[in-house]
């Protein structure tokens, strides 16, 4: 392909990666300000990520076949085409059901625009480049999209407010409309591989993942064992996703190779992946999180965000330039440890860390995420080819499986350790907290002082006083609870960088008396 056309490939993949990041995100980055407009409590406003993400999780499965039986290009105009409709509904959302109802289908829309946000990029380059520079470039662009969108929130919502994002939203989704008739993907042979029985399949593999979407996106906010329709649901995953193995298992052609999922290979792939994403939960959860906590708005946060993007597009970069395979250990190595010392920094934070304080520590957490992911799927992919064509649609569900799910569970993994740790730091220090202390009685008083002029009551002053003194202790134990979460994942990522290092250390091993025991047969 010429260069210029190549380059409007690259442009047109980046378009949409922007399209589907954006319109992922949006939501997730500003529930607070989509609350007042939609008439819904924090709570509610949760449904609005459950619902978009319970059909994008496991759409992309089903759309490998229809893909290769109806052809890429009517797949690709088909899909945008959708995607399209549904953002032009989104202007006209007036309260939170239909809002709910309008995610749900945005999510089942916008799960061709990741797939073809990949397959853009790799046509623009040789096949050599594909797993190299084209899947780096394609990884990156889906990195940027959450910093991008936390950016731009801010001016667009000072401009226009929250319609201001459903336009731009809208604006994207007609240019990548355009991009896509303008610029036709390379056409695969078509072939008839759809069967009755994976639509059986599908359909409880949907049920399951979703379920499990939603489990994990609402479930810290209802609290795992207080609403008994999350273990309802629970029960539904856990029977669908059973159901569906079982119909696998038995098919002379499965939809997926549950075999091949199941073998010890495989396994440690997902491992990594899931790990992998556990850890970067300390940017997209806990970090974000914790400044939400010190009452600190999108607006406040650009330059943040702004050197997140910066750090995730230079790791990129970098990782283009650098990957080959045989590499992979070394730059896993590199982002393990970038990660685990922005974890380590971040975990002394305190009610005074503001957003320039974790500038360097969070680039460096960006950079070891755009570092480690190409690698990664450049190995599973090989890996998959190596076993024959039919395995990449395999190779796909644990890579959605650990990204999406995994992405989820890693919020609601974290955001519980955080609240159950934040109680356990108010009980530590409401414990010292007893009003004979003198330096406690001093600090309600300075506290009240601030009343004195208005409330002459002098139990009421006190008791506004306690309050206060109470708001206080909950941000020290919410500071202290966060900090937990950031020294977890620092050793995480520091247990993994050292399990990564004794798996090198066991396959040279391996490797050399391998060689040995050939040098000495033919001896």
């Known amino acids: 392909m010429p260069p210029g056309r190549a380059a409007l490939y690259m442009v047109a993949s980046t378009l949409l990666a922007m399209t589907q990041g954006f319109g992922m995100n949006f939501v997730a980055a500003n529930l607070p300000q989509l609350q007042g407009p939609l008439g819904a409590t ?74 073809l946000g990949f397959l853009y990029m790799l046509e623009a380059f040789s096949p050599a480049r594909k797993l190299t520079i084209g899947i780096s470039l394609a990884l990156t662009n889906i990195a940027l999209a959450a910093p991008l969108t936390r950016i731009v929130s801010p001016f667009l919502i000072d401009i226009g407010g929250v319609r201001a994002l459903l336009y731009l939203e809208l604006a994207l989704a007609m240019l990548a409309f ?33 379920s499990a979407a939603v489990i994990f996106a609402v479930g810290r ?153 190409p690698p990664a799927i450049a190995a599973g992919f090989t890996m998959a080819l190596r076993k024959g064509p039919q395995y990449i649609l395999s190779f796909i569900v644990v890579f959605l499986a650990t990204q999406s799910l995994g992405g989820l569970a890693g919020s609601a993994i974290f955001g519980s350790f955080i609240t159950l740790r934040e109680k356990f730091h108010s009980n530590i220090l409401a414990q010292a907290m007893t009003l004979t202390d003198p330096l406690v009685a001093a600090r309600i008083s300075q506290l009240s002082a601030a009343y004195g002029r208005t409330i002459t009551d002098q139990a009421m002053l006190k008791a506004e006083g306690v309050a206060l003194l109470s708001q206080q202790v909950t941000r020290e134990a919410n500071v202290l609870a966060h900090n937990d979460a950031f020294f977890v994942i620092a050793l995480l990522a520091v247990a993994s960088a050292i399990a990564l290092a004794i798996h090198r250390i066991y396959v040279r091993i391996k490797e050399a008396g391998a060689v040995s025991g050939a040098a000495a047969a033919k001896a």
């Not at 229809?66 to 953002?87: D, K």
């Open 42 to 115: 924090s709570t509610e406003a949760v449904w609005l990520v459950a619902a978009y993400m319970a059909p994008n999780a496991s759409l992309s499965i089903a759309l490998v076949k229809i893909r290769n039986q109806y052809g890429l290009r009517n797949f690709a105009e088909l899909g945008i085409a959708v995607f399209l409709v549904v953002s032009v509904m989104h202007i006209f959302i007036t309260d939170l059901h239909s809002a709910i109802v309008l995610r749900f289908f945005a999510g089942m829309a916008a799960a061709p625009l990741s797939t």
């Open 178 to 210: 355009a991009a896509i008739y303008l610029l036709p993907l390379t056409p695969l042979p078509r072939a008839k591989v759809i069967e009755k029985l994976d639509i059986v399949s599908y359909l409880f593999i949907a049920i399951g993942f979703g």
């Open 221 to 373: 906010t209802y609290w795992w064992l207080e609403a008994e329709w999350i273990g309802v649901l629970a029960v539904v995953m856990i029977a669908a996703l059973t159901i569906a193995a079982v119909l696998e298992l038995n098919r002379a052609t499965p939809l997926i190779d549950l075999r091949w999922l199941f073998s010890r290979e495989v396994m440690h792939f997902a491992a990594v992946l899931i790990l992998f994403r556990l850890m970067l939960a300390e940017q997209t959860a806990v970090a974000s999180n914790f400044f939400q906590i010190m009452g600190l708005q999108n607006d406040q946060l650009t330059g943040l965000y702004s050197c997140v993007a910066l750090a995730t597009l230079a790791s990129g970069l970098i990782c283009a330039a650098i990957l080959k395979p045989s590499r992979e250990p070394a730059i896993h190595m590199v982002a393990l440890m970038l990660i685990g010392v922005g974890a380590w920094l971040d975990s002394h934070a305190t009610n005074l860390t503001r957003p320039h304080d974790m500038y360097l520590s969070q680039a460096m957490i960006a950079a070891g995420g755009g570092l480690f992911l």
